[in-house]
């Protein structure tokens, strides 16, 4: 039966949250919000230029040299993020049709997540009290204190993906409205509504003009963005050539710079774990958001005694998966967000195939959804280290299986891709996962499921990134210390410059 796309109220779609104000962009763009259901257009927004984004630069640069947001206390602010986590929580059905309509997420399993978007304006606000913000500390060399103090960094671009547009924007925004930063938000162009219910959120919240605007727009405007001298930080999370991108440019004038950048998270089944557990759990997880979750389990790492076994079980788990419309209350997987990343996620399998995996199951489009981006869960086994599904990204419902001998083989196969963001270990022995997870290069590690705790720092190693999102650690990255010495704590002939 056809699903009509429910789709929220904008009231002002075809403008950019600029200064406190709707404004029309200063050309004749337009974003276009395709679904991945049935390729069709279902949504036209506004979508801005250079000189757009140049605007939104100036305005939020306006706010934090001369305007009160960073000159408030944590505690005022914090007040302002309670009032837009009120605002946005009225309007969690809103945030949950957006992303069941842009990327396909499940009806059922959206407003738990976009829920969990919200509790970041709520956990912000809760440091408040408790961070520290400043210190004393006594003089190394002479009697007397200095006072180190915690400041905003200044003005933030925040640029959130696709596959988690609300969840990975506030994420960002929380702490850096909180440290007193302003903030230019620039979403994917293939999900721009969550930006444009938060822009709401923060006009109705009464937010001082300037201190949270929104522009959409390409990719050669974009990078008028993280180019513009008036931004001293960009928060971004995508992929890794666009996130190297943004690195070397804010490096070369000395601009801070967070960057998520995936994974190819590996999942380690020790001996003494339940072989049948560990396959279906990791033929469910991979399923989860069709594998486009930048942290998903795509590697499992099992004994080569019990690889036949796990495969066994893998593919009877993944046959069983539903796939269906996301508003389909009995479908357990939906569609990829779009046809071009469907056709990524097959050409990844078929050149691993080329370079020896064989194909266990899956690796089709499902003969009963003709229409839309959906492709079947596949596994991939055989499969060796330097093969591509074993080193890339794939980001799609892809599973690859690699055998290890010892438990030193199974770290090194951990280890042995370009990145480092996530991690779990299959074992009731808590030494044994003591030890994998000290040696597993990773920013996570957990037991036996795939889980977050968004008070706990997340990012990674190598190519998945530098930096860190959630909890204390994601504040610190919006801050910038700055060591107060008073005169009276100088030494003789020592100067406080």
């Given at each position: 039966m ?13 403008h950019?949250?600029?200064d406190?104000a709707w404004?029309?962009p200063?050309?004749r763009e337009?974003?276009h919000v395709v ?9 036209t ?10 605007a939104?630069v100036d305005?939020a640069?306006a706010?934090?040299?001369h305007?009160?947001?960073p000159?408030?206390s944590p505690?005022?602010?914090a007040?302002?993020?309670r009032r837009?986590g009120?605002l946005?929580r009225?309007?969690?059905p ?6 069941i309509?842009?990327?396909g997420?499940l ?11 919200v509790?970041?304006f ?5 440091l ?20 180190v ?15 988690n ?5 506030a994420?960002?925004?929380a702490?850096a409205?909180l440290?007193g930063c302003?903030v230019v938000?620039k979403?994917a162009?293939e999900t721009?509504i969550?930006?444009w219910?938060?822009a709401?959120a923060a006009q109705?919240a009464g937010l001082p ?9 390409d ?16 928060s971004f999370?995508?992929s890794v050539a ?14 801070r710079c967070?960057?998520?950048?995936g ?5 380690i089944?020790l001996d ?8 279906r759990t990791?033929?469910?997880t991979?399923t989860?958001s ?9 590697r499992?790492?099992v004994?080569e005694?019990h690889r036949?076994?796990?495969v066994?079980a893998?593919?009877d788990?993944?046959r069983?998966?539903r796939?269906g419309?996301?508003r389909?209350a009995?479908?357990e997987?939906g ?6 990343q469907?056709e990524?996620?097959e ?8 370079e020896?995996?064989t194909?266990?199951?899956g ?5 009963h959804l ?6 079947e869960?596949?596994l991939?086994?055989d ?25 030193d ?7 042995a891709?370009p ?15 003591s ?5 597993v290069?990773s ?6 499921a ?11 190693f190598k190519l998945?990134g530098?930096g860190?999102e959630g909890?204390k ?21 020592h100067?406080?410059l």
């Open positions: 056809p699903h009509a796309p429910v789709l929220p109220h904008l009231r002002h779609p075809h950019l949250f600029i406190g404004r029309e200063h050309g337009q974003t679904s991945p259901t049935t390729g069709a257009v279902i949504a927004l506004a979508s801005g230029d250079a000189d757009d984004i140049a939104a305005a640069r706010a934090f040299d305007g009160p947001w000159h408030l505690t005022e602010r007040a302002y993020l837009m009120e946005l009225a309007r969690i809103d945030l949950a049709n957006a992303w309509e842009q990327i997420a009806a059922g399993v959206a407003p738990l997540v976009v829920g969990g978007g509790a970041w709520d956990s912000y606000a809760d408040a009290d408790r961070y520290a913000w400043s210190e004393t500390r006594a003089l190394a060399d002479a009697p007397g204190t200095a006072l103090v915690r400041e905003p960094v200044g003005v933030v671009a925040a640029i959130a993906p696709w596959n547009p609300f969840g990975i924007m994420g960002k925004i702490p409205l440290a302003t938000m979403p162009p721009p969550e930006a219910i938060i709401e109705d003009p300037g201190v949270l605007n929104l522009v959409v727009a990719r050669a405007a974009s990078d008028s963005l993280v180019r513009h001298p008036g931004i001293d930080k960009v999370t995508g666009a996130g190297t991108h943004i690195a070397a440019v804010c490096g070369a004038r000395m601009a967070t960057t998520e950048l994974g190819k998270s590996a999942a089944v003494d774990f339940p072989i049948e557990t560990a396959a990791l033929a469910r991979i989860m069709a594998g486009q979750i930048c942290a998903v389990l795509s499992a790492i004994p005694a036949a076994a796990f066994a893998a593919v788990e993944m069983r998966v796939i419309h996301p389909d009995a479908a997987m569609p990829l967000a779009m046809v071009r469907r990524r996620v050409a990844f399998v078929a050149q691993a195939i080329a020896g995996a194909l266990a199951t690796g089709a489009r499902p003969a003709p229409d839309g981006a959906y492709y869960p596949t991939l086994t499969v060796g280290p330097a093969n591509i599904a074993a080193r890339e990204e794939i980001f799609g419902p892809v599973l690859t299986v690699l055998g290890y001998d010892t438990l083989q199974a770290i090194a196969l951990a280890n891709t990145y480092g963001l996530y991690g779990t270990v299959f074992t009731h022995d808590a030494a044994a996962f030890r994998v997870a000290r040696g290069r920013g996570t590690l957990t037991q036996n795939f889980r977050f705790d968004s008070a706990l720092p997340f990012g990674g998945s530098c860190r909890g650690e994601g504040l610190d990255s919006f801050t910038e210390y700055k060591a107060v010495i008073p005169a009276a704590a100088a030494p003789a002939g100067s406080v």
